[in-house]
């Protein structure tokens, strides 16, 4: 008996994990992804009921200040099994969203903007007149994919992301949403797995959902540090006498230790000359770059020390260069940003009509859930411990550990899932919400009555 038998209490203890563990045997559902499985997940898991409330931000309540056409103005699409791609659908309300999503079994969900008027009656508008149909309102997203950061890894490439190469998406999160918190003053932002290889951020605020293209556009090159492309071994410049606060705050906060105590030795990044020759070239001093190069091609050292004796020297040399200034210091930290800053898909953050995958949604080549991340333990969460289709399915058929709600979610590995989604994001985004229609609502009073008043 081992010691969590004997503090389980013994014997009885041990009869019902058997049990248990038999029950997950015999109904264990062969691991994959199908239109099968899909359908299950859409009849009894996925959260209908917290999408809607999410995407209704408070206008389906019963203040007089709500604006019932809200939701009924959202763009989502479809991708189904054979690639038809839906666009333009939308729904009135949760059962329509519902059966929507039930009938057609979308292999992807994608959620865009609010228009001016119902997406699906478009054409009715297109002749002119008022009612032109465009977008009013779009969460301002995020999109950070891994096989962006190639040329920063080693471990694996393209699509591929194990867990020595995730902390990258980590040190994302963790940047990108203390500036979106601090600098821009963002509360409501949700971070969520992309079900592969990255992560999105959805940024929920009123005035984050109002932004214009340009407006947008303007926070993202706040974002900005990389002005190298493809064939230039330099992909970040940090240029100016003093770098940017929020620049000074990522690396002391965030990026020098994930790149000092993680990412050095694990991606192996002065390991041998073809590595190290990819970080001299980006030292602009001949002297500085042979020097290193003359001493770390005549010393070999053991493989585990390699990567941080080689930085260590690089540091010593680049800083002891007093007589040839900023610059060169300046080369330290851009070797950092090059390997950890966060690389974002620009494009998708700038227009208000770029569609994004929706959350709880199941990526059809891993059969993972697009669950939620925590951005204040992001450093815990494990792509590879995210739920998967066929793992959800076995554990409803187990019922073995059924939670106390209607919900079969509830009984699944995906409840806590669903439980953060609702509990931090969706109800204090959906105080803030009341609150601000009753605050345009009472304005609106005033303005009438003192109107009238003339
Ligand atoms: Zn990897």
Redesign the pocket.
């Known amino acids: 008996m081992n010691r969590e038998e004997v503090e389980n209490g013994g014997d009885d203890m041990l009869i019902d994990r058997d049990e248990i563990e038999q029950r997950r045997l015999e109904n264990a559902v062969p691991e994959g992804f199908n239109a099968d499985y899909l359908k299950a997940y859409y009849g009894k898991i996925f959260p209908y009921v917290d999408m809607f409330k999410w995407l209704s931000y408070g206008n389906d309540g019963k203040h007089p200040g709500c604006d019932h056409s809200y939701f009924g103005r959202r763009e989502f699409s479809f991708t189904l099994d054979n690639d038809i791609y839906l666009r333009f659908q939308s729904f009135n309300s949760v059962s329509e969203l519902e059966n929507a999503i039930k009938e057609k079994c979308p292999f992807k969900i994608d959620i865009g903007p609010v228009y001016s008027v119902d997406p699906s009656k478009r054409h009715a508008y297109s002749q002119g007149g008022d009612n032109i149909f465009t977008p009013v309102e779009k969460e301002l997203v995020f999109d950070i994919d ?1 096989s962006d950061y190639d040329d920063a ?4 490439s393209g699509a ?7 902390p990258l998406m980590t040190i994302a999160i963790k940047v990108i949403d203390t500036a979106l918190r601090d600098d821009f003053g963002f509360s409501h932002i949700l971070w969520v797995y992309s079900g592969r290889r990255g992560v999105h951020c959805w940024v929920c605020d009123g005035k984050a959902r109002r932004l214009n293209n340009e407006q947008r556009a303007a926070i993202v090159d706040y974002f900005r540090v990389y002005k190298g492309n493809e064939n230039s071994s330099k992909k970040v410049s940090l240029v100016g006498p003093a770098l940017h606060p929020f620049l000074v705050r990522s690396h002391t906060e965030v990026l020098k230790d994930y790149f000092e105590k993680r990412l050095l030795s694990s991606q192996n990044l002065f390991l041998n000359e073809e590595r190290f020759e990819k970080i001299l070239e980006m030292i602009p001093d001949e002297s500085v770059t042979s020097e290193l190069r003359g001493r770390w091609l005549s010393n070999k050292r053991s493989r585990e020390e390699i990567n941080v004796a080689r930085w260590d020297q690089l540091k010593n040399l680049l800083q002891s260069n007093k007589q040839k200034g900023q610059g060169l210091r300046r080369c330290i930290e851009e070797i950092v940003f090059t390997f950890t800053y966060p690389r974002l898909d620009m494009e998708v953050s700038k227009h208000m009509n770029h569609l994004l995958k929706a959350p709880f949604c199941v990526h059809p080549k891993t059969g993972r859930v697009c669950v939620p991340i925590n951005p204040k333990n992001c450093e815990e969460f494990n792509p590879s411990a995210v739920p998967i289709l066929s793992q959800l399915l076995g554990e409803l058929n187990t019922g073995g550990f059924k939670g106390e709600g209607d919900n079969e979610w509830d009984g699944t590995s995906l409840g806590d899932c669903v439980r953060y989604f609702r509990e931090s994001f969706l109800q204090p985004l959906l105080k803030s919400c009341k609150e601000e229609i009753e605050t345009s609502y009472n304005a609106k009073v005033q303005q009438s009555r003192n109107s009238i008043s003339w």
């Open positions: 891994i890894r080693y471990c694996c591929d992301v194990c867990l020595e190469c995730w």
